[in-house]
């Protein structure tokens, strides 16, 4: 595929995961020597796919969806991911090309990246304490999904604060608790797939 086309198509997936419409791209295979990260966001997407998949089983009976659920991007106005990963050369200012620098413009794409991570990895690990308490043990968060955001941080290797996990005095909602999880994960899915598909291209780069 020529440089053009790889441009195009990386600009449109990521405008994609801003209009939630990237939801069922296929994964990319890995190859041998590839950018790191890219190795992980792969893990990444196929976790959280699994995870999914596995919470649309189980949850049968809740609105589990993509249909059914009300989207929520958690990262909304925290982060600008869409923004700060549309490649460079895509990157207009009126009528000219901006003139930012390609390595600014990567570490601010990677740290938003890794921002993204932190605020659904405190949610899901919220969540999960939650689901713990369930006296019907239905359905828990996959450990390997959790394991495979904490790789994925580590290799991005940002320091940033460490956001403090939530906890309530209040009798947790399990029901409530089970439509956010279907909620949240719709929402990271669609992310995983953006930061996938920036990775190969700063992996093709």
Same mark, same amino acid.
Do not use: W
């Given at each position: 595929?020529?440089?053009?086309?790889?441009?195009?198509?990386?600009?449109?997936?990521?405008?994609?995961?801003?209009?939630?419409?990237?939801?069922?791209?296929?994964?990319?295979?890995?190859?041998?020597?590839?950018?790191?990260?890219?190795?992980?966001?792969?893990?990444?997407?196929?976790?959280?796919?699994?995870?999914?998949?596995?919470?649309?089983?189980?949850?049968?009976?809740?609105?589990?969806?993509? $249909? &059914?659920?009300?989207?929520?991007?958690?990262?909304?106005?925290?982060?600008?991911?869409?923004?700060?990963?549309?490649?460079? &050369?895509?990157?207009?200012?009126?009528?000219?090309?901006?003139?930012?620098?390609?390595?600014?413009?990567?570490?601010?794409?990677?740290?938003?990246?890794? &921002?993204?991570?932190?605020?659904?990895?405190? $949610?899901?690990?919220?969540?999960?304490?939650?689901?713990?308490?369930?006296?019907?043990?239905?359905?828990?968060?996959?450990?390997?999904?959790?394991?495979?955001?904490? $790789?994925?941080?580590?290799?991005?290797?940002?320091?940033? &604060?460490?956001?403090?996990?939530?906890?309530?005095?209040?009798?947790?909602?399990?029901?409530?608790?089970? !439509?956010?999880?279907? !909620?949240?994960?719709?929402?990271?899915?669609?992310?995983?797939?953006?930061?996938?598909?920036?990775?190969?291209?700063?992996?093709?780069?």
């Amino acid at each position: 595929m020529c440089p053009a086309r790889s441009l195009l198509l990386v600009a449109t997936l990521v405008l994609l995961d801003h209009l939630s419409l990237a939801r069922n791209l296929p994964v990319a295979t890995p190859d041998p020597g590839m950018f790191p990260c890219l190795h992980h966001s792969q893990n990444l997407l196929r976790a959280v796919s699994n995870m999914l998949q596995k919470a649309r089983q189980t949850l049968e009976f809740y609105p589990c969806t993509s $249909e &059914e659920i009300d989207h929520e991007d958690i990262t909304k106005d925290k982060t600008s991911t869409v923004e700060a990963c549309l490649p460079l &050369e895509l990157t207009k200012n009126g009528s000219c090309l901006a003139s930012r620098k390609t390595s600014f413009m990567m570490a601010l794409c990677l740290s938003s990246i890794y &921002e993204d991570l932190k605020m659904y990895q405190v $949610e899901f690990k919220t969540m999960n304490a939650k689901l713990l308490m369930d006296p019907k043990r239905q359905i828990f968060l996959d450990q390997n999904m959790l394991a495979v955001i904490d $790789e994925l941080m580590q290799a991005l290797n940002f320091n940033s &604060e460490t956001v403090p996990q939530k906890s309530s005095l209040e009798e947790p909602d399990f029901y409530k608790t089970k !439509i956010k999880l279907c !909620i949240l994960l719709h929402a990271f899915r669609i992310r995983a797939v953006t930061i996938d598909r920036v990775m190969s291209y700063l992996n093709a780069s």
